[in-house]
């Protein structure tokens, strides 16, 4: 299968930056999607920001202007450069990637993989 780590994450002050970068591993073939999803306290999942390989960008509209995502299509990872943060975007932030891999038995599966989470906090 394939592995989602993260790292970045923390605490910041209203109207701060933070970076979060995600980093993919195992016997990938391709990625068709990479980006960010987020969870706050008793709400859904939402998507944040996710970039194609064909280098579409799809961002939420609470984060346009505000947040950048970038990818590296061979390093197979993605960072989300976060700026002007607000307390609303406080929440646990997921790696997300869908592709496909290169199974045991010689053949071609498809995978969606989460990371494990990394928490932002934006308070002052």
């Known amino acids: 299968q394939v592995q989602l780590v993260e790292s970045g994450g923390g605490l910041v002050q209203p109207g701060g930056s933070l970076r979060l970068s995600c980093a993919a591993s195992?016997?990938?073939?391709?990625?068709?999607?990479m980006g960010w999803y987020r969870q706050a306290p008793g709400k859904q999942r939402e998507l944040v920001a996710v970039?194609?390989?064909?280098?579409?960008?799809n961002y939420a509209d609470s984060v346009k202007g505000r947040f950048t995502i970038s990818r590296d299509n061979v390093k197979n990872t993605v960072v989300l450069q976060m700026n002007s943060l607000k307390p609303e975007d406080t929440a646990v932030y997921y790696c997300?990637?869908?592709?496909?891999?290169?199974?045991?038995?010689?053949?071609?599966?498809?995978?969606?993989?989460w990371g494990q989470g990394a928490q932002v906090s934006v308070s002052s």
């Open positions: 997300y990637a869908r592709g496909f891999y290169n199974t045991n038995y010689g053949s071609v599966s498809g995978f969606t993989s």
């Open positions: 195992g016997s990938i073939l391709s990625i068709n999607a």
């Open positions: 970039r194609t390989s064909g280098d579409i960008t």
